[in-house]
């Protein structure tokens, strides 16, 4: 099992609906969890960390399931602007692990 | 305040050439890394920093060397570049090892090994 796994997409939705984007993690161990956007051909940035009681930044959402091992994050009112790759991050042995990322694109 | 900057943004060299990325932070953190991005496989760390005169293999460290002679620069060198060293290749800096640390990310060096 890979330590983290994403749905690659692409996820194809329409401006203002919701999408939701799950990731599974493999190491029980693991403590911190975050969630990076990446742009076409920059770099990544952080986007915003979970917390084991979910938390909330605007139009996102945020939730981790420790017990199944699973993170998700929720885009509520879509924008055009949403349109990049979500990665989900895990802590691991090394410093962090990177899951490939799964590609939105809000469409007009 | 620039953050974290990669020289150079673009290389294209021949198999077999040699060349040293920069990746330079103006944060003072202690933690670097070095990684590659490839299409279909997500980031992958090559070696990383957790201080000055210290480095650590990542996940995909053969080929590659690197050294913190400063805080603030972190060198990756490839020796003898092959095909398959044709990357993008991603620095991030932190301000520690702690698991909750933001990782912060320089723009990238596109290189293509011909």
């Known amino acids: 099992r890979k330590e983290v796994e994403q749905d690659p997409g692409p996820f194809n939705v329409p401006e203002g609906a919701t999408v939701a984007f799950n990731c599974t993690y493999s190491n029980s161990a693991s403590q911190s969890f975050f969630w990076y956007r990446q742009d076409c051909r920059k770099e990544p940035k952080l986007l915003m960390s979970?917390?084991?009681s979910g938390n909330e930044d605007g139009r996102f959402t945020a939730q981790l399931n420790r017990a199944s091992q699973y993170i998700s994050l929720l885009i509520r009112d879509s924008k055009l602007s949403d349109s990049a790759t979500y990665l989900c991050v895990v802590s691991g042995n090394t410093p962090l692990v990177f899951g490939k990322g799964t590609r939105l694109s809000v469409i007009a | 305040n620039a953050g974290v900057t990669q020289t150079p943004k673009f290389r294209v060299l021949k198999t077999g050439q040699s060349m040293t990325l920069l990746c330079a932070q103006d944060m003072n953190h202690e933690y670097m890394y070095w990684y590659r991005q490839d299409p279909g496989m997500g980031l992958r760390l090559i070696h990383y920093?957790?201080?000055?005169?210290?480095?650590a293999k990542g996940e995909v460290p053969d080929g590659y060397n690197v050294s913190r002679l400063k805080k603030q620069n972190f060198l990756l060198g490839l020796e003898s570049a092959a095909p398959s060293q044709t990357s993008v290749y991603f620095c991030?800096?932190?301000?520690?090892?702690?698991?909750?640390?933001?990782?912060?990310f320089g723009p990238g060096t596109r290189l293509t090994v011909l």
């Open positions: 991030a800096s932190s301000p520690s090892g702690s698991s909750g640390d933001t990782q912060y």
């Open positions: 979970v917390y084991s």
């Open positions: 920093s957790v201080g000055e005169g210290t480095t």
